[in-house]
């Protein structure tokens, strides 16, 4: 059966969060047995929360693997750390002088936790900013995995070079995510001998928004259209029901940053254990992490989605070299079984707006939050931490082959293609075809 893209995509959001959520400031983060709001963390949602798990949909004969995918969770950058609470900051003490006094709306279990909390050491690890974390290793090794377990023929346990390529882009974690992710096909004791590829500057394959002059500009000066939001009533009031929440009225009303500082401990807090509750995370209801994540759906739209009319050639091509790589392994004859490129939440994006994806008809604002619950650009759901796309191609001896396409381990709907994510590899070839041919670098980085 054919589907209409845009439909499926819309009822797949509108099944996730097309309602908007009432603030309740009674709510108990502790006691909550579904935490929604892990579902709504943006580009640090934790991974297990919104994954599907891989699956083969076709009867024909997988040859060949494409994969590129984000790095796994990590630790805060250097530029997460400028938003968290200094160890001197105050305001774990206030709020626990409001719980005291009787001004908060806390539970007692969420403000005992507020009580009991301290920075985690591995916030500051000195193993260096930004690096991939335990939990990162993990998922990553456990997608590895099922993928293995899905396709065991075109995904070995033995590690063969001419079988297997690995590429990562110049940061560390992007390195230790290949590293991880060869354990989980080869085991502990050979992912250090597998040969990596990628690590140097510049990297027009999985970082080449790095060395765009143009893109590098037009976002030095930030979302214009976020920070409108963020100024506006909607998030405003946001601020305002989490100050009260935590204590703090009137003339003692939190500021953006504070508010800011919070939800950066609650959310890298979870994505190094998203089974265990994080004390700050109780500041927030799930209607206003609702709020927030609108906020930074707004930042990537306009960052690397569809949000600049004037730049959508620019963006469309600034991974011209990642597709017509995907493009040329697809239809290649050797035998290679495995392309795998780890990379960034950027590079997926990217990856998602040259196929033309997640394209929503009424472009986000600053002012339709409510009418955008059911957007199809959705960060949390598109780059989780540890997103990724992988691409299968099947030999179909009746019939002409066949193209799998999973995001996150679910099936990626493709315009002329079947609902479990399988199109016929004219369709891709087709839908693709300005990409196939093209000479990169006369596209790469020009509007």
């Not at 916030?123 to 939990?135: D, E, I, K, M, R």
Request: with cysteine; charged share 20%; aromatic share 12%.
């Amino acid at each position: 059966m054919k589907v209409n893209l845009a439909v499926v995509v819309a009822t797949f959001v509108a099944c996730t969060n097309a309602t908007l959520l009432v603030h309740d400031p009674e709510y108990c983060y502790s006691t909550d047995p579904i935490r929604s709001q892990l579902k709504m963390f943006s580009t640090t949602t934790p991974y297990d929360t919104v994954r599907g798990s891989a699956y083969n949909p076709s009867t024909c004969t997988p040859k060949r693997f494409w994969l590129v995918s984000r790095h796994g969770s990590r630790y805060p950058s250097i530029a997460d750390r400028d938003q968290l609470l200094s160890p001197n900051d105050p305001i774990q003490s206030k709020i626990m002088e409001n719980y005291d006094s009787g001004k908060t709306t806390l539970c007692r279990r969420d403000a005992q936790k507020i009580r009991e909390w301290h920075l985690d050491p591995t916030f500051v690890q000195t193993a260096g900013p930004a690096n991939l974390s335990v939990t990162g290793w993990n998922e990553i090794k456990n997608i590895a995995r099922r993928y293995q377990t899905i396709f065991p023929g075109l995904l070995p346990r033995s590690y063969s070079q001419s079988h297997y390529f690995f590429r990562n882009s110049p940061y560390l974690r992007t390195r230790q995510t290949a590293q991880a992710f060869a354990e989980g096909l080869f085991g502990p004791d050979v992912y250090q001998r597998v040969n990596y590829t990628g690590g140097s500057w510049p990297d027009l394959f999985m970082f080449p928004f790095g060395t765009c002059p143009a893109w590098m500009e037009l976002i030095s000066s930030g979302s214009i259209e976020a920070q409108a939001f963020a100024d506006g009533p909607r998030f405003q009031e946001m601020i305002t029901q989490v100050s009260n929440k935590l204590g703090f009225v009137g003339s003692d009303r939190l500021n953006q940053t504070q508010v800011v500082a919070l939800m950066t401990h609650c959310q890298y807090e979870q994505i190094l254990n998203h089974l265990k509750a994080s004390p700050f995370c109780s500041a927030f209801s799930p209607g206003n992490v609702q709020v927030y994540e609108y906020y930074n759906d707004l930042i990537f739209y306009y960052m690397c989605g569809y949000g600049y009319t004037s730049c959508r050639t620019m963006f469309k091509n600034m991974d011209c070299y990642l597709v017509q790589d995907m493009l040329d392994f697809l239809q290649a004859a050797d035998n290679q079984r495995a392309k795998l490129s780890f990379g960034h939440d950027t590079t997926v994006q990217f990856l998602m707006v040259a196929m033309g994806l997640f394209n929503d008809r009424i472009p986000l604002t600053a002012k339709n939050f409510e009418k955008q619950l059911s957007r199809h650009w959705r960060t949390s759901l598109i780059t989780p931490m540890a997103a990724n796309l992988a691409v299968v191609r099947y030999d179909c001896r009746h019939d002409e082959d066949e193209v799998l396409f999973e995001l996150n381990e679910k099936p990626l709907l493709f315009p002329g293609c079947d609902s479990n994510g399988v199109c016929k590899i004219s369709v891709v070839l087709n839908r693709l075809s300005h990409f196939a041919k093209a000479n990169c670098a006369s596209l790469y980085c020009k509007n």
